[in-house]
């Protein structure tokens, strides 16, 4: 439904790294018109809004964003089936991870192609924020769950024809900078105004730095946003971190802390210890980390036998991996689910939202619509109960969950 009229929510806000106790946010025709402290209301020159009911404790979010995730629901964003990936995305977006990049996998060149143009057309209806390409330019020897068979090396070629198969919605590619002409396909993806995301990477610390800083050189060359490169799922699909090796763990966690680029984790308590993804948050700070969630086909659903692209998964206790080898296979919890689980390793709430709203709206260059609640930006809210379990989502202005 979508109340032309309205509506008013108050509870405690959470937004832009702030907590605001006894708060309200203000829906009007779509939009976002007051988000503040309650006694702000009296001068608003609000129409008179119905005031919705809502759990003690409450705390309202902006939307989440997620920048990787591959499906849910039973539906496999990298499949090439433009039903199913619909059905993903609802389900996300019913779950309160309102904006989303849909993630392919690496496959062989037709698949890759072909689900760039199922993608593509969600994208052009607004269900998905654009495409993430999670290869095929990656490390053999750090592949995971991508399929070894058809990763390659930086092809410009290949590229160019992702590009056009995504009609402009390609938004992110995951790429191993140690492999031959991987600087020449960073400033290709900064031209076509793709992120480049470094991961799946077998590289030094020096490789690594040298290339996420050539990245972040090129984007803050061509655009004002303040967009800047990413990396995939830190830790997972690259060699840990050794005092006398560090490896890009230690080169991705020093341009973090300096701003240069954000980090992507995995803070669902099975590709990465609570542990770890405190230590990250305190090092670098919430505003240098993106909170994704990898997810895939069986997210929402029960375990069993699942497809990841032309990989074939099986999940137990809620642990999706490769049939084959027993590699990680993307996960299946919700951003919210994260989220909490990023609170309940010791991090504040204002700074887990931080990382799951903000942030990788700056990433997207989509500051000024979504990733925030401030007057004029769109109607995309969650609203939590003392938990941090799902009251209510808005979409667009639209009343998704629950009814």
Known sequence: ???????????????????????????????????????????ASLPSLPE???????????????????????????????????????????????TLLASLVTASREDLLRGAATLRVLAEEGIVAGIHAEGPFLSHARCGAQDPRFLLEPSLGLLDELVGAAGGH?????????????ADLVQALVAHGVVPSLGHTDADARTTADSLILAAGLMAAGRTTGARPTVT??????????????????????LAAAGTVAVELVADAVHLDPETVGMVLALVGAGNVVLVTD?????????????????????????????????????????????????????????????????????????????SLRTGLRADVVVVDAGFNPALVIRHGKVLAPQ
């Open 1 to 43: 439904m979508t109340a032309p009229d309205g509506l008013l929510l108050t509870g405690t806000l959470l937004t832009d790294g702030t907590t605001v106790p006894d708060a309200a946010v203000a829906v009007v025709n779509g939009r976002i018109a007051y988000a503040g402290p309650r006694t702000g209301l009296a001068t």
């Open 52 to 98: 919705r009911a809502l759990p003690s404790g409450n705390m309202i979010l902006p939307g989440l964003i997620d920048l990787h995730c591959h499906g849910a629901a039973g539906g496999d964003f990298p499949g090439g089936e433009l039903d199913a990936a619909r059905a993903a995305a609802e389900f996300l977006h019913r779950s309160g991870t309102t």
């Open 170 to 182: 390609l938004r992110t590619m995951t790429y191993a900078p140690e492999l031959a002409g991987a």
């Open 233 to 254: 799922h830190l830790f997972n699909g690259m060699p840990p971190l050794h005092h006398r090796s560090p490896g890009p763990v230690a080169a991705c966690l020093r």
């Open 295 to 371: 997810s895939m086909a069986a997210t929402g659903l029960p375990d069993g036998d699942y497809d990841l692209g032309p990989a074939a998964v099986r999940v137990t206790s809620g642990e999706a991996r490769l049939r084959g080898n027993g590699s990680l296979a993307g996960g299946t919890a919700t951003l919210l689910d994260v989220v909490r689980r990023t609170i309940a390793a010791g991090v504040d709430a204002a700074g887990a939202v931080l990382s799951a709203t903000a942030v990788p709206a700056r990433i997207l260059g989509l500051s000024d619509e979504v990733g």
